[in-house]
């Protein structure tokens, strides 16, 4: 269980860097991975990664489960709640199929397809250790202007504040913020986009 408005507004930004029609299927979706007491909620369309960590309370998944953009869609369309909703959502498998999951918010039910596939390891990808600055990176403007308004409802403060940092072996450039903890108090540590000029 977690509160909606935060399982919402994290699956929102995870969900903008997401693949909808890509010819690897995998990536056409995102990725629910759920350890322990956590859900980390990644998406990836192979030039960027958005990747947000919430905490769990009481849900009996494990493993990895990459749900449809289509099903991604239909909850982002279908649940709007405001910051002071006070309901819960309930993730667990679904009834009807093996591989599918059930999501129930207040009054709300759906199902959220599966796809097959496994995720890339996209923690390979993104750089380890601390940023190493480059004079000049060059970054798809669209990528970048994405990652500033999917990080703006998550960013603490009245600034909207963003960390960027840069790595000068694959000029990889780094967006990240601390979620606003009097808002968003399931989120866990940070949100980050990774943007690319490879694809992964």
């Known amino acids: 269980m977690l509160p909606t408005f935060d399982f919402i507004t994290a699956l929102k930004f995870a969900s903008h860097a997401m693949a909808t029609n890509d010819v690897r299927y995998y990536l056409n ?3 629910f991975r759920f350890v322990g007491d956590t859900l980390l909620l990644t998406g990836s369309d192979g030039h960027r990664i958005a990747k947000v960590r919430l905490n769990l309370k009481g849900c009996p998944l494990s493993g990895d489960y990459i749900v449809k953009c289509d099903s991604v869609k239909d909850v982002l369309q279908t ?5 002071s909703d006070t309901s819960q959502v309930k993730l667990e498998k679904a009834p009807g199929g093996p591989d599918d999951l059930m999501l129930t918010a207040g009054a709300f039910m759906l199902v959220l397809e599966v796809q097959d596939g496994r995720y890339p390891d996209f923690e390979r990808a993104t750089p380890n250790g601390d940023p190493q600055g ?7 403007a669209d990528y970048l202007a994405d ?3 999917a990080l703006k409802p998550l960013s603490h403060g009245k600034y909207k504040a963003l960390t960027i940092d840069t790595w ?4 990889c450039m ?3 913020c601390k979620p606003d903890a009097r808002g968003l108090t399931a989120i866990d540590g940070e949100a980050v986009v990774h943007i690319m000029p490879m694809r992964v």
């Not at 649940?79 to 910051?83: L, S």
């Not at 000068?168 to 000029?171: E, I, R, V």
């Open 29 to 31: 979706g995102v990725l």
């Open 79 to 83: 649940i709007k709640p405001k910051q």
């Open 134 to 140: 480059c004079p000049t990176i060059g970054i798809n």
């Open 147 to 149: 990652a500033a308004r």
């Open 168 to 171: 000068t072996a694959n000029q």
């Open 174 to 176: 780094r967006l990240r």
